[in-house]
């Protein structure tokens, strides 16, 4: 299986601030990547697939990159309800795995 | 618009099967690039995906979990389940259904959406 691991597991931050998530996969994924915002108690929420591309409806705050091995979400002028944790999941190989999660907090 | 909502027992007993049902709108599981899968999250802790089915009925599991798990479509044209043999107090987690994202004239394997996800305890 292909393991995704994600740093860091949580950060503080502050409204306007910009934050950057990171996502390893084990073994070259291409750029079949994907990111996901969970709310508590919600179902996650699509953001970004094929590493780089915007879900319709995503504010244009929110952007990927990476190919390969590594990834990285980014998060410009960080508002209230992106507060949230954060999930990449890699859609190279079966089974498809999910990162471990990262927690944005407020600061 | 597309929606799914799953349904089934809240708490089943250890060495219990599980059934839960997928039931969704806004889009038809005969129509070429639809698939469904199964994605189950423990509390506090990251996402599992479980199973997929596709609208020519191909069927994908978890390599770990395959002998545990089956995928069909259900009665109604609808709806989706996944039955869960052996169910174990590890098995305790909200059991969410997605549709597969279309990439092209394929579905692929990114999720959206999501259902609003059912919890399941497993306990004697």
């Known amino acids: 299986d292909i393991q995704m691991t994600q740093s860091p597991s949580s950060l503080s931050a502050s409204v306007g601030d910009s934050v950057t998530i990171t996502c390893r996969a084990s073994?070259?994924?291409?750029?079949?990547l994907a990111w996901y915002q969970q709310k508590p108690e919600k179902a996650p929420k699509s953001l970004i697939y094929?590493?780089?591309s915007l879900q319709s409806g995503v504010p244009s705050r929110f952007s990927g990159s990476g190919s390969g091995t590594d990834f990285t979400l980014t998060i410009r002028n960080l508002q209230p309800e992106d507060f949230a944790t954060y999930y990449c999941?890699?859609?190279?190989?079966?089974?498809?795995?999910f990162g471990g999660g990262t927690k944005v907090e407020i600061k | 618009q597309v929606t799914l909502r799953e349904s089934g027992p809240a708490l089943v007993k250890p060495t219990q099967t599980l059934t839960l049902t997928c039931t969704f709108s806004?889009?038809?599981?005969?129509?070429?690039?639809?698939?469904v899968n199964w994605i189950r999250q423990p509390p506090g802790k990251a996402l599992e995906w479980l199973a997929r089915?596709?609208?020519?009925?191909?069927?994908f599991y978890k390599t770990s979990l395959k002998t545990r798990l089956t995928i069909s479509k259900g009665t109604s044209r609808n709806q989706v389940v996944l039955t869960v043999t052996n169910m174990d107090p590890g098995d305790t987690a909200t059991y969410y259904c997605?549709?597969?994202?279309?990439?092209?004239?394929?579905?692929?394997?990114?999720?959206?959406?999501w259902g609003q996800g059912i919890l399941v305890t497993v306990s004697s």
């Open positions: 997605a549709r597969s994202g279309v990439w092209g004239t394929s579905c692929t394997n990114w999720f959206d959406p």
């Open positions: 806004g889009f038809s599981l005969s129509t070429s690039a639809m698939c």
């Open positions: 089915i596709d609208w020519d009925d191909d069927k």
């Open positions: 073994q070259g994924i291409n750029n079949w």
């Open positions: 094929a590493a780089s």
């Open positions: 999941q890699q859609y190279n190989n079966y089974p498809l795995t």
